[in-house]
Structures are given as structure tokens and as C-alpha cells.
């Protein structure tokens, strides 16, 4: 299969998880072209499936995944695709920020009118040490709030890369049963 990932990210780590899908659905013999959606992504014309993923950031999506999917919304529609939301509150353990993380995927989805056959919640990083003085005290602040680390010596990763390997395993199996 032709196989298209886009990824919208601030700090990185969205991309990350991307070229993490894509080396598992190259060494499963797809051909994969990446993208991140701020820099002008390829149209979804050409492929057979597509994988959009972006993180949050003060409640919201990035806002070029936003763009591309409602200018692309038919043909995402009319394709097998599926959503990846990379983000902290889903790492945090506490029922009610998963909910409110759930709510703002349901929202985004709604908003778009996307219907993509998979969407899946990717826990994201902490990266204090990459972030200015301003970012790392909110980010602090947050992280006490929901129960997370709070030595902002270092950075942290919560991302499952089991959890996304199975995920991307499924979309291929989902995929390719598409007529
Ligand atoms: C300024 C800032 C705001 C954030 N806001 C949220 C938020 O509202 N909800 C959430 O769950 N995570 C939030 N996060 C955590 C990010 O989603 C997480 O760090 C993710 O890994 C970022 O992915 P990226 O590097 O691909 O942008 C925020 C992070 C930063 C730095």
C-alpha cells in the first residue's frame, strides 16, 4: 500500500511517534511518504491510507492539521485513516482529564467532520529541558496538578511504543481489508 503520515507538533515529539509508524509499516513493506502539516503536506489523493496525528497544546489541535483535514475532508472520508491525538493529560492516570482529553478528540472530529476508521490517544513527553523559563513553570504547574514529574532537571517520555507498534498493526490489518 502507498501509505501517507502527516504530523503536526510543536516540540517534536508528535514527529517522533510518526517515524516510529513509519518504520514499522516500511519493514512490513508499504511505501511511506511523511509529512508534517505545517510545511505544505502532499494531498491524500495518491494513497491508499492515511495517518494524521497531532499533539495538544492549551487544550487545542495544531491548528495546519486542522486546515488540512477540512480541506481534504472527501477524500479523507472516502479513504481508511485514522487519528493518532498525542497529548499529557491521557498519561495522567486521572479519570477526569482523560475524559476532558477525550472530549476535545470528540470535539476536533466534530469540528472537521473527519471520520476516520481508527483514532487512538498517544500519551506525549515533557521536554523542560527544551522549554523557555515561561513554558517550564506552566508546564510544572500542570504536571503537579495531574500527578506528574515535577524535577524539571530533566525531560520525560510517557509514550507507550507497544501500544503504538499494535496500534499501527491494526490499521494495516484494517487497512488492507478495505475494498
Ligand atoms: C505549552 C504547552 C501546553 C500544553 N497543553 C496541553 C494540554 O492542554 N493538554 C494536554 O494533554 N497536554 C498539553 N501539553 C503537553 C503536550 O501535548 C505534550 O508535551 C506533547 O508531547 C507535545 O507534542 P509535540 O512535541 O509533538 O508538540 C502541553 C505542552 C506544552 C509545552
Known sequence: M?????YGTTEGQT????????????????HVTIAD?????????????????SSIHMHK?????????????????????AFFSVSLAVAS???????GV??????????????PMMVTQIAGALKYTEYDYFKRLVMK???????????????YEYTDWEEVTKFVNEFLERASQKP
Open 2 to 6: 502507498k501509505i501517507l503520515i502527516l
Open 15 to 30: 514527529r517522533k511517534i510518526a517515524h516510529f509508524m513509519e518504520a514499522i509499516l516500511q519493514n512490513a513493506g508499504h
Open 37 to 53: 502539516t505545517a510545511t505544505n503536506p502532499p494531498a491524500p489523493t495518491a494513497y491508499d491510507a492515511i495517518l494524521i496525528g
Open 61 to 81: 489541535y495544531q491548528s495546519a492539521a486542522k486546515h488540512y483535514i477540512k480541506k481534504h475532508l472527501d477524500e479523507l472520508n472516502n479513504m481508511p485513516g
Open 93 to 99: 492516570g486521572l479519570a477526569e482529564e482523560n475524559l
Open 102 to 115: 477525550q472530549k476535545i478528540t470528540n470535539d476536533f472530529l466534530e469540528q472537521t467532520g473527519w471520520k
Open 141 to 155: 504547574m500542570i504536571s503537579k496538578k495531574e500527578g506528574g514529574a515535577t524535577d524539571t532537571s530533566q525531560d
